[in-house]
């Protein structure tokens, strides 16, 4: 699959909740994650570490009230979206939360992927 193939079919598997489906399926073995400075699993390599990151942030909601994933935008080998959240985490209460993610894509793979957020 090409950069444009691998967007849309992250994109449709995230709209349709296959998130840790689309980690298995589209990532890498020796993917990078990559969360603001200073958070918690501020950089994640391998596929496996990423999908374990990716169900404790799953296994904290407590209740999803919305959110949002915009149509991917492509340049070269990367793309880009803006998501959008409001859930309620088991331990610090209602959010609402907006980042851009930017995934570089090589072989038809997802090889880095990171994120650039508020919370408020």
Known sequence: MNTLEVAQKWHNMCNQGQNLDCINELYADNVTSKEMPGMPGEVVSGRE????KNKE???NVEEWHGGDISEPIVAGNHFTSKLTFD???KDRGRQQ???VGVWEVKDGKIVNEQFFYSME
């Not at 570490?49 to 374990?52: A, D, E, H, P, W």
């Open 87 to 89: 859930v309620t985490f």
């Open 49 to 52: 570490n990423v999908l374990i």
């Open 57 to 59: 942030w799953y296994g």
């Open 97 to 99: 939360m907006e980042e």
